[in-house]
């Protein structure tokens, strides 16, 4: 955990495009994380969901992370994000939906890592995973 200390990990959280439980919960446990500082680049406005917008906020990102929860409820949404990721040649990291162990088998094809909400479990994975 020493590297991180000093380092602003650049990512992009999977959202769909308005505050959403799933979403704000993840966002303030990620803040709340001892030693780990970071950039979300994911907008949650309406507006900043089209394909470039979505483009213009993983492009910046060294890892993208995408909730499980939300795939399930908004599968179309978060699949463009998984496209464009994969297309920028992003790695991924399935965040399992809270409280449940398994994610969809097309989830876990894509993924570098999945986790669970366990804070230090998921600044682990963003840091042995990150793209310079």
């Not at 769909?16 to 919960?25: C, K, L, M, P, S």
């Not at 994380?33 to 483009?55: C, M, P, R, S, V």
Request: charged share 25%; hydrophobic share 40%.
């Amino acid at each position: 955990m020493f590297e991180s200390e000093s380092r602003l990990y650049n990512i992009f959280i999977s959202h769909i495009g308005q505050n959403e439980d799933e979403y704000n919960t993840f966002t303030e446990k990620l803040s709340a994380a001892h030693d780990f500082e970071f950039k979300n680049y994911g907008i949650l406005e309406k507006n900043k969901t089209t394909e470039k917008e979505l483009q213009e906020q993983i492009r910046p990102a060294g890892i993208v992370i995408i909730l499980s929860g939300l795939y399930n409820k908004y599968k179309s949404v978060i699949e463009k994000q998984i496209d464009i990721a994969n297309k920028l040649g992003k790695p991924i990291i399935i965040i399992r939906p809270y409280g449940m162990e398994d994610v969809s088998p097309e989830l876990e094809k894509i993924a570098v890592d999945i986790v669970g909400w366990n804070a230090p479990c998921i600044v682990d994975a963003i840091v042995e995973n990150y793209l310079e």
